[in-house]
DNA sequence: GTCCTATCGTTGACGGGTCATCCACGCCGA
DNA sequence: TCGGCGTGGATGACCCGTCAACGATAGGAC
């Protein structure tokens, strides 16, 4: 509860995570475009829908995974299903509700897509050693779960604990 | 040069940082609004050209300065033109040019901003202590680095060494 | 059953950010 | 002086992301 102003430090460190995330996200965008037709929004849903049962999850439950706003995951949805990437399909369970499913050729964007990801990632990277990449980790985590609690939890909450 | 594809703990890792840097900048977002009225593009604009001689900067430096593409900053100051935040004036030595100069408006914005923005920051970044923050900001500096010397080093050219 | 409230999801408006394109000007060499 | 190339900047189109508002259903209290 303090409410200390930030000293120098913390704004040139917020300022160079901003560039790094800005930087390394511009890049995986880029790759996935050339390799896959898809964009870094895309491909994520795609990935996540990829590692539920039968390649589908609610709308709601995709949108806690991602750690979206669920009107962010509609609009997104929307302009995969014009691409092809996926559908939607009704609960029959909740009327409520709404099933992203993932079609084939949104595995085969996926299957395009996935190692020039991870090559990016993994180049970009390398300048850290083990254990510093398992810091820097920890570090983000334990920010974001400071000041709120519950938001990293949905994943393991839906595909169980890791 | 390695291709190498990422391993789970990059994947996870470039998650829990894009989560991490959504969080504060939501958090930013509405602090600056509700203190101030402005947006955090708006913020960074103001500070940047606060800090320069006279308030103000060659359109070109103010984008190499934030890292920020010509065209972005460009909608940008078209919009903040909008709020009267800052002017555009026509550079007389180089036609081409244009200054984009902090006003009155911009001023009284920047202040009331300015202790909101480095609360949030202040309170975010303490979770970690000084010798984390140092290593966090210095990885993500290497990251960057490690892909494009030659970036972050446009501060220093305009403002001089730090 | 009836209300009341909470949840699920969609939509429209709007600011943010990139890309491709364009034009004006500076710079330089023939 | 002229032509060609590089740079500075603006613009339009388009996707990304948030917010506020909405309609619809679920679920509990009574």
Known sequence: MSSRTAARAELSLWRDIVILRRKIE??????LQQDAGVSVADFEILTTLRSAPDGRLR???????????????????TRMEGKSLVERQDCPTD????????????????????????????????????????????????????SDPAACDSAEAIFGAS
Chains 1, 2 share one sequence.
Do not use: C, P
Not at 26 to 31: D, G, P, S, T, V
Not at 59 to 77: F, T
Not at 100 to 119: F, K, L
């Open 26 to 31: 511009r890049e995986l965008e880029q790759r």
């Open 95 to 146: 009327l409520r509700g709404t099933w992203v499913v993932i079609t084939e050729q949104g595995h085969s964007a996926a299957d395009r897509g996935e190692n020039g990801y991870g090559e990016v990632l993994a180049n970009r990277f390398d300048v850290l050693d083990e254990s510093e990449r398992t810091d820097l980790d920890s570090m983000a985590r334990r920010v974001v779960q400071a």
């Open 59 to 77: 709308a709601r439950d995709l949108a806690d995974v991602l750690g979206w706003e669920k009107s962010r995951l509609s609009h997104q949805v």
